[in-house]
């Protein structure tokens, strides 16, 4: 399996344009996670997925910020409008089942927002 | 909700020395998994090494083992003969046993430098 990825893996774009971040976990996995990581903040957990239902979304930061799967193999993260403050590297993530199963990560994108 | 502490935002070893990183957490479950995840300047996040709470024998992967103490809610990672290639942010993590096991949060990291 070529594991979790991202797309894309650098994306700049001026403030008040709309972001979509994708994500295509590795099959068979039934949880998706999305997370943000600043130098201030670490790594965040936005949202998470189990089987393509959200579950937890009490870390997306603000109504700008939205994510679906609409199936078990495809996510995306969207923020609309973004601001400078969105800049950072976001990264997806999935799990097979639960307890000790480890999340295996995608390489990330990181977002600029000018 | 859980939370992971990291207290140590920045820690150096000599090449071949041995370092220990520190991380504590806070939960009231009972069963829960904890993690440490290495992030080199790659970017890419691995997994070092697990623990599962219900386990008392401490985790080991070759050089590098953990320090389980579930009643402190501390979870140490010890880098024995420590190699350039160890040098990387080390993220503590938590993940819990609910009805889904989906809770999977991060602490702050430690950034750990390897002086040849």
């Known amino acids: 399996d070529a594991g979790v990825i991202q797309s894309p893996r650098h994306e700049v774009t001026e403030m008040g344009q709309e972001v979509t971040l994708r994500c295509k976990p590795i099959?068979?996995?039934?949880?998706l996670f999305w997370y943000r990581q600043t130098m201030m903040r670490g790594l965040e957990l936005l949202i998470y997925?189990?089987?393509?239902?959200?579950?937890?979304d009490s870390g997306m930061p603000e109504d700008r910020f939205s994510a679906k799967m609409p199936n078990a193999s495809f996510s995306t993260l969207k923020i609309q409008p973004s601001e400078p403050r969105d800049s950072a590297v976001y990264f997806c993530?999935?799990?097979?089942?639960?307890?000790?199963?480890?999340?295996?990560f995608g390489q990330g994108t990181r977002l600029t927002v000018v | 909700a859980q939370t992971v502490t990291q207290s140590q935002p920045e820690m150096s070893v000599q090449e071949a020395e041995t370092v220990t990183l520190s991380c504590t957490y806070d939960?009231?479950?009972?069963?829960?998994?904890l993690f440490w995840y290495k992030q080199p300047p790659s970017r890419q996040m691995i997994l070092v090494i697990r623990?599962?709470?219900?386990?008392?024998q401490n985790a080991t992967e070759n050089r590098f083992s953990v320090n389980f103490q579930k009643a402190a809610k501390s979870f140490s990672l010890k880098i024995s003969d420590s190699q350039l290639g160890d040098a990387a942010m080390y993220f503590c993590?938590?993940?819990?046993?609910?009805?889904?096991?989906?809770?999977?949060?991060f602490g702050p990291g430690t950034r750990l430098s390897v002086l040849p």
């Open positions: 993530a999935s799990s097979a089942g639960q307890g000790s199963t480890e999340a295996f």
């Open positions: 099959s068979g996995h039934n949880s």
């Open positions: 997925f189990n089987n393509n239902v959200p579950i937890d």
């Open positions: 939960t009231s479950e009972s069963d829960y998994y």
């Open positions: 623990q599962e709470a219900y386990k008392q």
């Open positions: 993590a938590y993940r819990s046993e609910d009805n889904y096991g989906q809770n999977f949060v």
